[in-house]
């Protein structure tokens, strides 16, 4: 795909403070689409990332991955590619230091993937790649664990014979070579879409097991050597979907995703599951008190409390959901994060922070300057700017659950060095102002006078910028102050007398585009 660097901001300002240290970072791209998929707490205090970047002229895409501090300046980031479309989807830290994270490729020559995991250290080095196919059919991957030697487990798709699919999960020494791996699977298509490996070697798989009714949860208990444990199978005339799950301090587990009831919109489905039996010990609904539709994509467990973020549809706009409920799913606070310019933002990964708060990845989305973005939340939901608290009214439901019979057979992967082609990527940027199309550099189009002013000025058109204007003024923060539209923008006059001392950004949006400019008010 055609390759473009970030656009680098002058103007940058501080997250607000609020206890605890929060921060909203983006990055951005022109004529891109950005996600992160999952974002992990490092061992330095730090955060790791990964996702794709997508080229909305092409279509194809490449791998992503963002090392950042705690404060969430990126101490490096990159791109990699191999041919066609790829995405990184997962990623954990093995040793100390050294990251291993798992994704796959897409041909639209052979319309066949392949799985690609990679292993860097804390310096962005890429120690080795690898790429793992089939002959013959497709085989992607989604999630990953470890253990305590510096194996990684890799959870993914394979094609079997009828056109349908089954749950892949492979082992992988500290040096990216198979050791174990297996299919399993019912008679329907298996997707998978979480994954967990606890303490005792166990691992928890969830997904979906596409039986043609609908939306469905199947979570699956695997030993050490990958035999099946129990399978629990949640489905009916309601729809459940799962989208991520994580183990309690009893060792069970807890799955999110969202639920159905085919009559009102969809809300977000949080359950407890036995770890010994797959027993459903409690399920709940969780609903927008103003019947907008809520997904959870990513939960996080730690000192009894349960992280939760996803996204919540207001009409074609989605904005970042994000509660807390203890480990009994009883809420404790919810908030709903908006982008700054009215664009889709959500919550697609969370991890908790060494504050006992939270860091939240994404999508963010602004027209053909997309970014993904990097949230950190405290731990009493305060985050750096753009909240709103949130209403959610929750319902315990009562899952129709039943056992499906399930096949396990020998895998027949086989992996490869591969060598990556990675380009470097410059930083995070602070999304609290207005997401910005052009760059600061050199705006040759207004001035504003006097600068610095107490509130009343002028604007002054220096170029092009002619006819209906609107102007909008933003705090630092990224709260809108002032908004008004001009027939035209010669020589008028703004007033927003009483306004707090500080710095502004104001916004001109005319025929031809976006242009912003500081403005000091003393």
């Known amino acids: 795909m055609r390759k473009i660097y970030l656009i680098l901001l002058i103007f940058q300002f501080s997250a607000l403070s609020n206890g605890q240290n929060t921060f909203h970072k983006y990055i951005q791209q022109n004529d891109v689409l950005g996600l992160l998929y999952r974002c992990q707490k490092t061992s330095d205090e730090g955060f790791i990332s990964v996702g794709n ?43 100390e230091g ?40 497709s085989v992607s991957a989604n999630r990953i664990q470890k253990d305590n030697s510096g194996n ?12 349908s699919s089954d749950y892949l999960i492979m082992q992988l020494d500290p040096n990216g070579n198979i050791t174990q791996q297996k299919t399993i699977g019912t008679s329907l298509s298996d997707y998978p879409l979480s994954f967990f490996r606890n303490n005792q070697g166990d691992f928890f798989i969830g997904g979906w097991a596409n039986s043609g009714t609908g939306e469905n949860v199947h979570i699956v208990k695997v030993n050490s050597t990958f035999d099946v444990q129990w399978d629990t199978y949640i489905g009916g005339n309601e729809l459940y979907f799962n989208y991520d799950m994580k183990e309690t301090s009893s060792g069970n587990i807890v799955i999110a995703g969202r639920y159905y009831d085919q009559v009102n919109s969809y809300d977000v489905f949080l359950s ?17 008190m103003n019947g907008l539709p809520c997904y959870a994509y990513g939960l996080t467990i730690e000192s009894g409390n349960i992280g939760i973020t996803g996204k919540v549809e207001d009409g074609a706009i989605a904005n970042t959901l994000l509660f807390q409920t203890d ?6 606070w919810a908030e709903k994060i908006s982008s700054t310019n009215e664009t889709n933002a959500y919550g697609y990964g969370i991890c908790n922070d060494s504050d006992g708060g939270y860091v939240v990845c994404g999508p963010r989305e602004d027209g053909v300057n997309s970014a993904a973005q990097l949230i950190k939340i405290s731990a009493s939901g305060e985050v750096a700017c753009n909240k709103t608290d949130f209403a959610l009214s929750v ?31 410059s930083g995070l940027n602070d999304a609290c102002e207005p997401t910005f199309v052009n760059d600061f550099s050199g705006n040759n189009q207004f001035r504003v006078f006097p600068n610095p002013s107490n509130g009343t000025f002028l604007i002054e058109s220096l170029g092009n910028l002619k006819g209906h204007v609107e102007v909008k003024v933003y705090s630092s923060q990224g709260k809108s102050v002032f908004s008004r539209s001009f027939d035209e923008i010669l020589g008028s006059q703004v007033d927003i007398k009483g306004i707090e001392p500080g710095i502004y950004i104001i916004r001109l949006t005319g025929s031809d585009g976006a242009y912003f400019s500081k403005l000091i008010i003393n």
């Open 53 to 95: 970047i997508s080229d909305i002229n092409s279509f194809a895409s490449d791998f992503l991955i963002i090392k950042s501090d705690s404060d969430g300046n990126a101490s490096w980031g990159k791109t990699a590619s191999l041919t066609d479309n790829e995405q990184f989807t997962d990623v954990v830290e093995t040793f």
């Open 98 to 137: 050294e990251f291993v994270t798992v994704g796959s490729v897409f041909s639209t020559i052979t319309f066949t993937s392949q799985v690609v995991v990679a292993k860097y250290n804390n310096s962005g080095q890429k120690l080795w790649s690898k790429i793992f196919s089939r002959p013959g059919s």
């Open 152 to 163: 990684v487990y890799v959870l993914g798709i394979a094609e079997v014979e009828g056109a």
């Open 272 to 288: 407890e599951l036995n770890k010994d039996t797959g027993e459903v010990l409690w399920a709940k609904s969780y609903t927008s």
């Open 327 to 332: 480990e009994e799913g009883n809420i404790t």
């Open 395 to 425: 319902l315990d439901l009562t899952p129709q659950v039943q056992h499906l019979p399930l096949n396990v057979n020998n895998g027949t992967v086989n992996g490869q060095d591969i060598a990556l082609s990675e380009l470097p990527l």
